[in-house]
């Protein structure tokens, strides 16, 4: 698609035709102070190419990659191997310009695409279907809430202790406008999730019970029961899962009764990205399609009999009235969803778990070491690639001196949970194929060092 810049002559015809004297007009409704007189002060002017690349290469130089030092963070976005093949597909023109597929004739590479992606979607949760994708984990989140409230009509969600809480605090901004009620409760420093305090707070005015699975802390919760307490009292189960990679080893939401399960795609084939943009996935019964958010595509014959990709369902208010509209904000993030679904392709399922089986070895021998240190224990009895351990001091403090030790290692609850203070001196460390023993070393030494 090729950038075609509007001429002075342009903009004369166009103001003429609306009826405007000036592109100064067309800004009336904004009060005038509002509006600046002049360029923003100390903002500087025009330089030339070769300075701004000068300045930009500066400034990024402020940054720590996370392939440059050893790597730890995670409680909800992951260091991932993703292969070169990945970027090199999805800048192709074809797919990189590609947006909504609303002319199935001319957009059967999209869609099957995303066809595709359901497909491995719902493989990977053991859903019967999946839509073709949404924003982000959060987001997926409160859709799946919402979704529920409609199917049971009630408007009480217990989110578990476990939640991320910036999935939390997404769900709790929506609810402000839906009036759903959120029965929400901070996780407690455990070896295993308390799995019978969640099952406690369903009643009978409950739509949906949210788990993450693992949780913010790496632990894994029991679904199976927590499924069939939610469903005996007519609510439904929705499983988060921040970190797909997980399901290479561990047993689908899905198989062990989830009805919803939504999670962040972000570690097959997205990368980091500065937090952003990321990849929202979603699956869940295939009784409940007509409450999905978003799209569906679907696989069709034409009049000839050859094999065709369509918009099966599409439920998005640019698509039907905004009142019959299952979501107003959903989207498809197109172009993550295909990163992932390559990434996925070339995985494969054995690679998949092999990948998710080397994580949780890393993570093993990472707790093994920071253990072994001095005021330091870990939480977990059983976790993924990511655990939580408990520090003789606040958390932030240590992040940060790790941190000007040229060490990332972990993320501290004190900082995803400020007003909490029996999580101030905890720390979420994860793990992934990509860390080294040379990584664990320097982390076990910085971490003794600051410790000491």
């Excluded at 440059?68 to 990189?96: C, K, M, N, T, W």
């Excluded at 939480?379 to 000007?404: G, I, K």
Aim: proline share 4%.
């Amino acid at each position: 698609m090729r950038y075609l810049p509007l001429t002075d002559a342009d903009r004369s015809a166009m103001l003429a035709v609306i009826g405007a004297g000036s592109i100064d007009e067309l800004f009336a409704d904004v009060p005038a102070e509002a509006r600046l007189a002049a360029p923003i002060a100390g903002l500087p002017g025009h330089a030339s190419e070769m300075a701004v690349e000068r300045h930009m290469a500066r400034l990024s130089a402020n940054n720590t990659t996370a392939g440059a030092v050893p790597f730890f963070l995670g409680a909800g976005a992951y260091r991932h191997h993703v292969p070169a093949s990945v970027d090199h597909l999805i800048q192709r023109g074809e797919f990189l310009t590609a947006y909504t597929p609303y002319q199935p004739e001319i957009a059967q590479g999209t869609l099957q695409v995303l066809f595709e992606f359901q497909t491995q979607v719902a493989r990977l949760f053991g859903t019967e279907i999946a839509n073709a994708s949404l924003y982000d984990g959060s987001t997926a989140c409160w859709e799946a809430i919402a979704m529920a409230g409609r199917i049971t009509r009630r408007g009480k969600a217990v989110l578990s202790g476990g939640l991320h809480p910036h999935y939390v605090e997404t769900a709790r901004t929506m609810a402000r406008f839906t009036g759903d009620r959120l029965d929400t409760a901070a996780p407690e420093l455990s070896a295993t999730p308390d799995d019978e305090a969640v099952i406690a707070r369903i009643d009978g005015e409950t739509s949906c019970v949210v788990v993450q699975y693992p949780d913010i802390l790496g632990r894994i919760p029991d679904l199976a029961k927590i499924a069939s307490a939610a469903q005996a009292a007519g609510a439904l189960l929705i499983a988060v899962v921040t970190e797909p990679v997980a399901l290479g080893v561990l047993q689908s939401p899905g198989s062990l009764g989830a009805d919803i399960v939504v999670g962040e795609g972000q570690s097959l084939g997205v990368g980091l990205q500065f937090g952003g943009p990321y990849l929202g996935l979603f699956g869940c019964r295939e009784k409940y399609v007509r409450q999905l958010p978003g799209r569906l595509c679907g696989e069709t014959v034409d009049a000839d009999g050859k094999r065709g990709f369509v918009l099966t369902l599409s439920t998005r208010e640019q698509h039907i009235r905004r009142e019959k509209a299952t979501s107003n904000i959903c989207t498809n993030s197109g172009l993550c969803a295909l990163a992932f679904s390559i990434h996925l392709t070339l995985l494969g399922g054995k690679g998949l778990a092999a990948m998710a089986k080397l994580s949780h070895a890393a993570a093993r021998s990472t707790a093994a070491a920071l253990a072994a240190i001095p005021g330091v224990a870990v939480v977990n009895s059983h976790y993924f690639n990511e655990f939580t351990v408990t520090l003789p001091r606040d958390a932030r403090q240590v992040v940060r001196a790790l941190a000007d030790r040229q060490v990332l290692g972990g993320v501290s609850l004190g900082r995803l949970y400020p007003r909490e203070e029996g999580l101030a001196k905890a720390m979420v460390v994860a793990a992934t194929e990509c860390t080294t023993d040379e990584d664990i070393a320097a982390l076990a030494a910085a971490l003794k060092e600051v410790l000491a």
